[in-house]
C-alpha cells in the first residue's frame, strides 16, 4: 500500500519562509500527479500545487503562483517551497497523489497525514 510521507511545516514569520517534502513509500507508484493541497481552520481544502508525473506540467492557485514552486525531483518525491509567507497561508498542508493535475480532492488516490504551517505578523 503507497503512503505519502510529509516533512517539513513549522511557524515562520511574515516573509519567511519554508519547504515541504513528500515521499511516495511503498507499493506500486505508476504515473502519478502529485502536489500539495491545504485548509486552514473553518475552511475547505483547496489545491495548492500540484505537477505532473513528468514534472514538465504543474499548476499553482492564483493565491500562491510566483510565491510558491513545485519540483519533482524524483518520481515519487515532490518539494513545495514556499516563500514570501503571509499569514493566510497558514493552514494544514497535505501532500496528494492521483492520476492526472485536478482540482477536486477527490480525484486524488494517496494523501498525506499533513503538516501544519503557521505565519505570524
Known amino acids: 500500500q503507497v503512503r505519502l510521507v510529509e516533512s517539513g511545516g513549522g511557524s515562520v514569520q511574515v516573509g519567511g519562509s519554508l519547504r515541504l517534502s513528500c515521499a511516495a513509500e511503498?507499493?506500486?507508484?505508476?504515473?502519478?500527479?502529485m502536489g500539495w493541497f491545504r485548509q486552514a481552520p473553518g475552511r475547505e481544502r483547496v489545491l495548492v500545487a500540484v505537477t505532473s508525473w513528468s514534472g514538465d506540467s504543474t499548476h499553482y492557485a492564483d493565491s500562491v503562483r510566483g510565491r510558491f514552486l513545485l519540483s519533482r525531483d524524483t518520481p515519487t518525491t515532490v518539494h513545495l517551497q514556499m516563500n514570501s509567507l503571509k499569514p493566510e497561508d497558514t493552514a494544514v498542508y497535505y501532500c496528494a497523489a492521483g492520476p492526472a493535475i485536478r482540482d477536486a480532492l477527490d480525484y486524488y488516490d494517496y494523501w498525506g497525514q499533513g503538516t501544519q504551517v503557521t505565519v505570524s505578523s
Open positions: 511503498g507499493g506500486a507508484f505508476n504515473s502519478y500527479a
